[in-house]
């Protein structure tokens, strides 16, 4: 079954750097949830105003159904996604479910995706440094201590693996690279 890979974790922890690299290291479509954000969320976050739950369920659900469309196509795909809250995962691999993406029918069973989440998890201090030194995003470091706030570390039975955004980014494409191929055998 194909595998739906979404890099996850608070902003400036990597995702958009390590989810391009190991999508061009295994030919996987790599897909930047920063790209789907409505207009409206960018000027909200560029503004310093951190998103709500409103704010980031439809854009959620429509990642979801990009994933799904990889999916039902058999293809593997990498999306780098915050996906800070535990509901905000249970929309991305259920449309519907744990969130009112409002395309459901009550009798309809959400699709389910093969989703592995990988956490890109390390100290504040070294992510505000990384931030710091990043030019050209709309996303202020000043909204990193809100990103911690609302993140719910991925636990059981969420399929996830964390790996520490202390190594280089190349090592942790090599992590998770081979994490996924003992996926495989
Ligand atoms: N493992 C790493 N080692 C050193 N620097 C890194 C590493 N990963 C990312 N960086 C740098 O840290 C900054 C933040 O990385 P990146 O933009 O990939 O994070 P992000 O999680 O996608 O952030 P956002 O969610 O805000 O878009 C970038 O300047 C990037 O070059
Ligand atoms: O859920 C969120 O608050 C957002 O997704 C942010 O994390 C940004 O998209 C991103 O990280 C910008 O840099």
């Given at each position: 079954m194909a595998l739906q890979l979404v890099v996850m974790g608070v902003s400036g922890s990597g995702k958009s750097t390590v989810g391009s690299q190991l999508g061009d290291k295994l030919g996987w479509k790599f897909y930047d949830g920063d790209d789907y954000h409505p207009e409206e969320n960018r000027k909200k976050m560029a503004a310093g105003i951190p998103l709500n739950d409103q704010d980031r369920i439809p854009w959620l659900c429509h990642l979801h159904d990009i994933l799904l469309r990889e999916q039902a196509s058999g293809q593997n795909a990498i999306l780098a996604c915050s996906a800070l809250k535990k509901m905000y995962r249970c929309i991305l691999e259920n449309r519907g479910t744990g969130g009112d993406c409002g395309h459901l029918e009550e009798h309809e069973t959400p699709p389910s995706l093969n989703i592995l989440f990988v956490h890109l998890a390390g100290p504040m201090s070294l992510i505000a440094k990384r931030l710091e030194k990043r030019?050209?995003?709309?996303?202020?470091?000043?909204?990193l201590q809100s990103q911690f706030d609302t993140l719910e570390p991925p636990s059981p039975p969420e399929k996830s693996i964390t790996v520490s955004l202390e190594k280089s980014a190349s090592e942790i494409v090599s992590e998770i690279e081979e994490y996924i191929k003992n996926l495989n055998c």
């Open positions: 030019k050209g995003h709309f996303m202020p470091p000043a909204l």
